[in-house]
């Protein structure tokens, strides 16, 4: 190996280390930069602890046709999602006592685990919703499933009642 060759071969090493040291560098101010945003945004966020955003769990809605609509749209999309069929809703009245309280019993059809997971698709999105009673029973099919639920929600009492 000449001169020329062991210079060579110590440049290209020295550009290697060159370059692997300016990638290096670009990937750490990027982490930085995206950590540096990320405490920016937890500390706007540091005056107002999570369980006080009412969007967790208030139905959205300037009216209770508005706010039934969007959750019968909702639930719609979750039994979509799921693979089950909704066969009926039925709102309950408003209530003098509690006139931001939603309550609509909903009926469906579909196997175990399409019921399974529209049961968890309505409990764990959000606004929060709660299932007060269920009851699983055969359906039309061998395979399939009646379901008959209680869901519970509030709505938003920003606009009439």
Do not use: C, K
Request: aromatic share 4%.
């Amino acid at each position: 190996m000449n001169a020329s060759t062991q210079r060579a071969l110590a440049l290209a090493a020295g550009l290697v280390l060159l370059t692997g040291s300016i990638i290096l560098l670009a990937l750490s101010t990027m982490n930085w930069t995206g950590l540096t945003a990320d405490l920016e945004m937890a500390r706007a966020q540091e005056g107002r602890p999570p369980a006080a955003d009412p969007a967790r769990y208030l139905v959205a809605g300037t009216s209770r046709a508005e706010a039934t609509a969007d959750l019968q749209a909702r639930l719609s999309d979750a039994a979509s999602a799921a693979g089950i069929e909704l066969s009926s809703f039925r709102f309950a009245p408003a209530d003098e006592n509690s006139p931001l309280h939603l309550t609509v019993d909903v009926e469906a059809q579909g196997d175990m685990i399409g019921l399974g997971r529209f049961l968890h698709q309505v409990e764990s999105s959000l606004p929060a919703l709660i299932i007060s009673r269920t009851r699983i029973a055969p359906g039309s099919a061998d395979d399939r499933l009646r379901l008959e639920v209680r869901i519970e929600a509030q709505r938003s009492p920003r606009g009439d009642s």
